[in-house]
Protein backbone atom coordinates (compact mmCIF):
# COMPACT_ATOMS: atom_id res chain seq x y z
CA UNK A 1 0.00 0.00 0.00
CA UNK A 2 1.86 3.32 -0.86
CA UNK A 3 2.71 5.82 1.58
CA UNK A 4 -0.23 8.16 1.23
CA UNK A 5 -2.61 6.18 2.34
CA UNK A 6 -1.74 5.83 6.03
CA UNK A 7 -1.62 9.44 5.87
CA UNK A 8 -5.42 9.59 4.96
CA UNK A 9 -6.12 6.58 7.12
CA UNK A 10 -5.15 8.44 10.76
CA UNK A 11 -7.48 11.36 9.11
CA UNK A 12 -10.03 9.67 7.99
CA UNK A 13 -10.01 6.23 9.89
CA UNK A 14 -13.08 7.25 11.78
CA UNK A 15 -15.17 8.32 8.54
CA UNK A 16 -14.23 4.82 7.49
CA UNK A 17 -15.26 3.10 10.12
CA UNK A 18 -18.39 4.61 10.84
CA UNK A 19 -19.15 3.99 7.23
CA UNK A 20 -18.45 0.38 6.90
CA UNK A 21 -20.56 -0.23 10.35
CA UNK A 22 -22.88 1.96 8.57
CA UNK A 23 -23.38 4.68 11.53
CA UNK A 24 -25.91 6.91 10.16
CA UNK A 25 -25.15 9.83 12.01
CA UNK A 26 -21.11 9.86 11.53
CA UNK A 27 -19.99 12.97 10.35
CA UNK A 28 -16.41 13.98 8.37
CA UNK A 29 -14.00 15.47 11.39
CA UNK A 30 -12.91 19.03 10.78
CA UNK A 31 -10.86 18.99 7.63
CA UNK A 32 -9.67 22.55 6.26
CA UNK A 33 -11.74 21.45 2.53
CA UNK A 34 -14.21 23.35 0.73
CA UNK A 35 -14.95 23.99 -3.18
CA UNK A 36 -11.93 25.77 -3.45
CA UNK A 37 -9.70 23.32 -1.63
CA UNK A 38 -8.71 19.74 -2.71
CA UNK A 39 -7.74 17.80 0.21
CA UNK A 40 -6.10 15.08 -2.00
CA UNK A 41 -2.59 15.38 -3.13
CA UNK A 42 -1.75 14.18 -7.41
CA UNK A 43 -1.06 10.80 -6.21
CA UNK A 44 -4.37 10.12 -4.39
CA UNK A 45 -6.18 12.01 -6.93
CA UNK A 46 -4.92 9.28 -9.78
CA UNK A 47 -6.55 6.46 -7.50
CA UNK A 48 -9.51 8.39 -7.24
CA UNK A 49 -10.10 8.45 -11.19
CA UNK A 50 -8.58 4.80 -11.37
CA UNK A 51 -11.06 4.10 -9.00
CA UNK A 52 -13.88 6.04 -11.16
CA UNK A 53 -12.82 4.36 -14.34
CA UNK A 54 -12.70 0.89 -13.01
CA UNK A 55 -15.99 0.60 -10.78
CA UNK A 56 -18.15 3.01 -12.51
CA UNK A 57 -17.49 4.24 -15.96
CA UNK A 58 -16.15 0.94 -16.85
CA UNK A 59 -19.66 -1.33 -16.19
CA UNK A 60 -21.75 1.56 -18.66
CA UNK A 61 -19.69 3.00 -21.31
CA UNK A 62 -17.94 0.00 -23.64
CA UNK A 63 -14.76 1.08 -25.03
CA UNK A 64 -14.37 1.65 -29.07
CA UNK A 65 -12.01 -1.32 -29.34
CA UNK A 66 -10.08 -0.04 -32.78
CA UNK A 67 -6.21 -0.03 -32.35
CA UNK A 68 -5.81 2.30 -35.36
CA UNK A 69 -7.69 5.21 -33.92
CA UNK A 70 -6.71 4.69 -29.83
CA UNK A 71 -3.22 5.08 -31.24
CA UNK A 72 -4.10 8.29 -33.26
CA UNK A 73 -5.94 9.89 -30.07
CA UNK A 74 -2.89 8.93 -27.76
CA UNK A 75 -0.71 10.57 -29.67
CA UNK A 76 -3.24 13.79 -29.58
CA UNK A 77 -3.30 13.57 -26.38
CA UNK A 78 0.50 12.97 -25.35
CA UNK A 79 1.35 16.29 -27.20
CA UNK A 80 -1.58 18.53 -25.24
CA UNK A 81 -0.62 17.02 -22.44
CA UNK A 82 2.78 17.80 -22.93
CA UNK A 83 1.49 21.36 -23.48
CA UNK A 84 -1.04 21.48 -20.27
CA UNK A 85 0.08 23.13 -17.18
CA UNK A 86 0.08 19.39 -15.49
CA UNK A 87 2.43 17.27 -18.04
CA UNK A 88 3.56 14.98 -14.85
CA UNK A 89 0.51 12.89 -14.62
CA UNK A 90 -0.20 10.13 -17.02
CA UNK A 91 -3.46 11.28 -19.11
CA UNK A 92 -5.32 7.93 -20.21
CA UNK A 93 -7.76 8.42 -23.16
CA UNK A 94 -10.24 6.13 -24.32
CA UNK A 95 -12.98 6.27 -26.86
CA UNK A 96 -16.03 4.50 -25.98
CA UNK A 97 -18.57 3.27 -28.36
CA UNK A 98 -21.29 5.30 -28.56
CA UNK A 99 -22.78 6.96 -32.04
CA UNK A 100 -23.58 10.43 -29.61
CA UNK A 101 -21.44 12.78 -28.87
CA UNK A 102 -20.15 12.70 -25.47
CA UNK A 103 -17.06 13.64 -23.76
CA UNK A 104 -15.96 14.23 -20.21
CA UNK A 105 -12.73 14.17 -17.94
CA UNK A 106 -12.25 12.18 -14.47
CA UNK A 107 -9.83 13.14 -11.49
CA UNK A 108 -5.89 12.17 -12.15
CA UNK A 109 -6.56 12.42 -15.99
CA UNK A 110 -8.62 10.03 -17.12
CA UNK A 111 -10.29 11.25 -20.50
CA UNK A 112 -13.23 9.99 -22.39
CA UNK A 113 -14.22 10.62 -25.86
CA UNK A 114 -17.43 9.20 -27.52
CA UNK A 115 -17.07 7.21 -30.62
CA UNK A 116 -19.42 9.58 -32.64
CA UNK A 117 -17.92 12.48 -31.96
CA UNK A 118 -14.30 11.55 -32.53
CA UNK A 119 -15.46 10.16 -35.97
CA UNK A 120 -17.06 13.34 -37.19
CA UNK A 121 -14.22 15.65 -36.14
CA UNK A 122 -11.15 15.57 -37.59
CA UNK A 123 -7.67 16.11 -35.65
CA UNK A 124 -7.77 19.42 -34.86
CA UNK A 125 -11.55 19.11 -33.50
CA UNK A 126 -10.25 15.90 -31.47
CA UNK A 127 -7.24 17.67 -29.85
CA UNK A 128 -10.16 20.85 -29.03
CA UNK A 129 -12.47 18.35 -27.06
CA UNK A 130 -8.72 16.49 -25.54
CA UNK A 131 -7.72 20.33 -24.89
CA UNK A 132 -10.99 21.33 -23.09
CA UNK A 133 -10.48 18.23 -21.03
CA UNK A 134 -7.36 18.20 -20.13
CA UNK A 135 -7.50 21.76 -18.91
CA UNK A 136 -10.31 20.80 -16.51
CA UNK A 137 -7.96 18.61 -14.93
CA UNK A 138 -4.84 20.25 -15.20
CA UNK A 139 -6.77 23.49 -13.37
CA UNK A 140 -8.09 21.39 -11.14
CA UNK A 141 -11.87 21.70 -11.87
CA UNK A 142 -12.48 17.86 -11.93
CA UNK A 143 -11.02 17.04 -8.81
CA UNK A 144 -12.64 19.91 -7.07
CA UNK A 145 -16.16 19.61 -8.12
CA UNK A 146 -15.75 16.04 -7.77
CA UNK A 147 -14.96 15.84 -4.21
CA UNK A 148 -16.97 18.36 -3.00
CA UNK A 149 -20.10 17.18 -4.34
CA UNK A 150 -19.31 13.64 -3.39
CA UNK A 151 -17.98 14.81 0.09
CA UNK A 152 -14.61 13.50 1.56
CA UNK A 153 -15.79 9.96 2.90
CA UNK A 154 -17.13 9.21 -0.24
CA UNK A 155 -13.56 10.41 -1.99
CA UNK A 156 -11.05 8.57 0.76
CA UNK A 157 -13.71 5.29 -0.43
CA UNK A 158 -12.85 6.07 -4.08
CA UNK A 159 -8.48 6.46 -3.00
CA UNK A 160 -8.97 3.37 -1.21
CA UNK A 161 -10.41 1.39 -4.06
CA UNK A 162 -8.23 2.83 -6.34
CA UNK A 163 -5.20 1.22 -4.48
CA UNK A 164 -6.48 -1.85 -4.30
CA UNK A 165 -8.33 -1.68 -0.72
CA UNK A 166 -11.15 -4.82 -1.81
CA UNK A 167 -13.38 -4.25 0.94
CA UNK A 168 -16.91 -4.96 -0.28
CA UNK A 169 -18.16 -2.36 1.76
CA UNK A 170 -15.66 0.25 0.08
CA UNK A 171 -16.68 -1.42 -3.17
CA UNK A 172 -19.97 -1.17 -2.95
CA UNK A 173 -20.19 2.41 -1.54
CA UNK A 174 -17.93 3.53 -4.18
CA UNK A 175 -20.40 1.27 -6.86
CA UNK A 176 -23.50 3.04 -4.76
CA UNK A 177 -21.98 6.95 -6.06
CA UNK A 178 -22.14 5.89 -9.98
CA UNK A 179 -25.89 8.22 -10.49
CA UNK A 180 -23.99 10.84 -9.00
CA UNK A 181 -20.59 11.03 -10.97
CA UNK A 182 -22.87 10.47 -13.88
CA UNK A 183 -24.88 13.03 -12.98
CA UNK A 184 -21.84 15.65 -12.36
CA UNK A 185 -19.69 14.43 -15.55
CA UNK A 186 -22.81 15.71 -17.31
CA UNK A 187 -24.23 19.04 -15.59
CA UNK A 188 -20.73 20.68 -16.64
CA UNK A 189 -18.92 23.15 -14.68
CA UNK A 190 -19.58 26.57 -13.65
CA UNK A 191 -19.24 29.58 -15.71
CA UNK A 192 -16.17 30.25 -14.66
CA UNK A 193 -14.16 27.15 -14.73
CA UNK A 194 -15.88 26.70 -18.25
CA UNK A 195 -14.45 29.85 -19.83
CA UNK A 196 -11.07 28.62 -18.07
CA UNK A 197 -10.83 25.29 -19.88
CA UNK A 198 -11.39 27.29 -23.18
CA UNK A 199 -8.87 29.61 -22.44
CA UNK A 200 -6.95 26.90 -21.62
CA UNK A 201 -7.58 24.65 -23.87
CA UNK A 202 -6.36 27.53 -26.73
CA UNK A 203 -3.22 28.13 -25.13
CA UNK A 204 -2.35 24.31 -25.30
CA UNK A 205 -3.89 23.33 -28.74
CA UNK A 206 -1.24 26.38 -30.09
CA UNK A 207 1.96 25.24 -27.86
CA UNK A 208 1.24 21.27 -29.10
CA UNK A 209 1.09 22.98 -33.07
CA UNK A 210 -2.56 22.74 -33.53
CA UNK A 211 -4.75 25.34 -34.86
CA UNK A 212 -5.87 27.48 -32.10
CA UNK A 213 -8.94 28.30 -33.53
CA UNK A 214 -10.20 24.73 -33.61
CA UNK A 215 -11.44 24.97 -30.53
CA UNK A 216 -14.17 27.70 -31.33
CA UNK A 217 -14.25 26.25 -34.63
CA UNK A 218 -15.15 22.94 -32.94
CA UNK A 219 -17.72 24.71 -30.23
CA UNK A 220 -19.43 25.89 -33.54
CA UNK A 221 -19.82 22.54 -35.40
CA UNK A 222 -20.89 21.44 -32.02
CA UNK A 223 -24.14 24.26 -31.69
CA UNK A 224 -24.96 23.12 -35.06
CA UNK A 225 -25.03 19.08 -34.79
CA UNK A 226 -26.29 19.45 -31.29
CA UNK A 227 -29.04 16.67 -32.02
CA UNK A 228 -26.54 14.65 -32.20
CA UNK A 229 -25.20 15.37 -28.38
CA UNK A 230 -25.78 13.05 -25.92
CA UNK A 231 -27.54 14.31 -22.64
CA UNK A 232 -25.00 14.38 -20.49
CA UNK A 233 -22.48 16.24 -22.81
CA UNK A 234 -20.98 18.26 -20.28
CA UNK A 235 -19.60 20.97 -22.90
CA UNK A 236 -22.36 21.95 -24.15
CA UNK A 237 -24.23 21.90 -20.46
CA UNK A 238 -22.26 24.66 -19.82
CA UNK A 239 -23.62 27.26 -18.22
CA UNK A 240 -22.23 29.94 -20.29
CA UNK A 241 -24.18 30.83 -23.88
CA UNK A 242 -22.39 29.36 -26.33
CA UNK A 243 -22.08 32.50 -28.59
CA UNK A 244 -19.59 33.91 -25.59
CA UNK A 245 -17.69 30.91 -25.46
CA UNK A 246 -17.14 31.26 -29.73
CA UNK A 247 -16.21 34.39 -29.13
CA UNK A 248 -13.94 34.53 -26.47
CA UNK A 249 -12.22 31.09 -27.75
CA UNK A 250 -11.35 33.13 -30.91
CA UNK A 251 -10.00 36.49 -28.99
CA UNK A 252 -8.17 33.82 -27.66
CA UNK A 253 -7.25 32.20 -30.52
CA UNK A 254 -5.88 35.27 -32.34
CA UNK A 255 -3.35 36.24 -28.99
CA UNK A 256 -1.91 32.70 -28.60
CA UNK A 257 -1.95 31.99 -32.55
CA UNK A 258 0.07 35.21 -32.47
CA UNK A 259 3.07 34.31 -30.53
CA UNK A 260 3.12 30.67 -32.86
CA UNK A 261 2.78 31.60 -36.34
CA UNK A 262 -0.98 31.21 -36.61
ZN1 LIG B 1 -16.08 21.87 -19.76
Redesign the pocket.
Known amino acids: MSSFVPKLLVFFLPVICCVCMGCATARPPAIPSGPETVVVDSAEEVQVGRSMAQLIIAPRYAPWNNSVEQRRLNAIGRKIAAASDRPDIVYHLQTFDSPDYDAFALPGGYVYLSRGLYQDLDDDGRAAIVA??I??VAAY?TVKRMQSVLGDEMFVGLVLAGVGQKDPQIIRMVAGASDAVFDLLGR??GRQ??LE??ALAVKYLARAGYDPYALADTLEFLMKEKKKAGKAF??LN?PVRMSERIRRSRKEAEIAGAGFGF
Open positions: HEAHHGYDEADEIA
